[in-house]
Nanobody
Framework: VQLQASGGGLVQAGGSLRLSCVVS????????MGWYRQAPGKQRELVAR???????NYADSVKGRFIISRDNAKNTVYLLMNSLKPEDTAVYYC??????????????WGQGTQVTVSS
């Protein structure tokens, strides 16, 4: 099982970016999916998560600006980031709780994608 994130880049403050993360491999089921971020010198923090049923939760710092969604048919989770601020600059990691075929449920991480917001 692998998670492949994409969509990061450099954007001016106030701009938008959409991150994508595709899950591939021998998958039996995918439970929660989410995005975390880690800025230099800081701990990794939750940005947003979405359950298999579509329930979402967000960090207070991104509520009203970011939208998480998932396409279960494509095994993909998205993060639409609007009204970006310089403090959103970080490496963004996708995460998913997955039961692989013939393996137990475990937590998987993508490789991270850099988001840089210039002021």
């Amino acid at each position: 099982v692998q998670l492949q994130a994409s969509g990061g880049g450099l954007v001016q403050a106030g701009g938008s970016l959409r991150l994508s993360c595709v899950v591939s491999g021998s998958i039996y089921s995918i439970n929660g999916m989410g995005w975390y971020r880690q800025a230099p010198g800081k701990q990794r923090e939750l940005v947003a998560r979405v359950t298999s049923g579509g329930t979402t939760n967000y960090a207070d710092s991104v509520k009203g600006r970011f939208i998480i969604s998932r396409d279960n048919a494509k095994n993909t989770v998205y993060l639409l980031m609007n009204s970006l601020k310089p403090e959103d600059t970080a490496v963004y990691y996708c995460n998913a709780v997955i039961r692989g075929v013939g393996s137990p449920i475990r937590n998987y991480w993508g490789q991270g994608t850099q988001v840089t917001v210039s002021s």
